[in-house]
């Protein structure tokens, strides 16, 4: 290959990558195209790319990102896959498509410059709770103790209510109220 094409296929990946800061790195070896395609198409419909690359050439790109510590598994056909809110929501959507496409090997993800080698790293990734996720359940949290508090301010005052509306009931009944000692 020569020298322009690499350059060319350096800066294309730079492109692809550019504004990832993370990604999953696999391998499609021993899939059939119909199969391959499909899994593509879906993955587009979420957001997710898929690259197929040369290891030699995206070491260059992956140490001039956020991708460097997937540099060791760059070896033998690799392909990057990308996108989506984070890379947490690729790894859920390719553990599912790895339980109907055995070939699918997981190689590993980087998440904040920390990576998950392997299959169980991958797996182990995908359990993580999502940007969004993390942030509903910190807000349940802070409103949790909140909400007990405001409840707990607010009882004494519906208990009084309450006694004055039985009070009130009994009284328009006619009947009388026991005097409390």
């Known amino acids: 290959m020569s020298k322009p094409v690499k350059t060319l296929m350096i800066r294309d990946y ?3 990558l550019e504004g990832h800061g993370d990604a999953l790195l696999i391998s499609v070896r021993g899939i059939d195209a119909i199969t391959t395609n499909r899994l593509r198409q879906e993955l587009a419909k979420k957001d997710i790319k898929i ?3 040369r290891n030699a050439l995206a070491r260059q790109v992956v140490r001039e990102s956020g991708l460097s510590a ?3 598994l760059l070896k033998g056909p690799s ?3 990308y996108g989506a809110e984070s890379v947490i929501d690729v790894a859920r959507e390719l553990m599912k498509w790895g339980k109907e496409i055995e070939k699918l090997e997981m190689k590993g993800a980087v998440l904040d410059g920390q990576l998950f080698a392997g299959h169980a790293g991958v797996e ?3 359990k ?3 940007r969004e996720e993390a942030l509903a359940k910190l807000v349940g949290s802070v409103l949790g103790p909140a909400r007990k508090l405001a409840s707990c301010a607010k009882a004494p005052a519906s208990n009084i209510a309450g006694a004055v509306k039985s009070m009130q009931d009994k009284l328009e009944k006619g009947e ?3 005097k409390v000692a």
Do not use: D, K, W
Request: hydrophobic fraction near 50%.
């Open 176 to 178: 009388a109220i026991a």
């Open 70 to 72: 997937l540099e060791p």
């Open 124 to 126: 182990a990734l995908s």
């Open 128 to 130: 993580y709770p999502t």
């Open 51 to 53: 690259t197929v690359i």
């Open 14 to 16: 730079g492109q692809r």
């Open 79 to 81: 392909a990057l896959a």
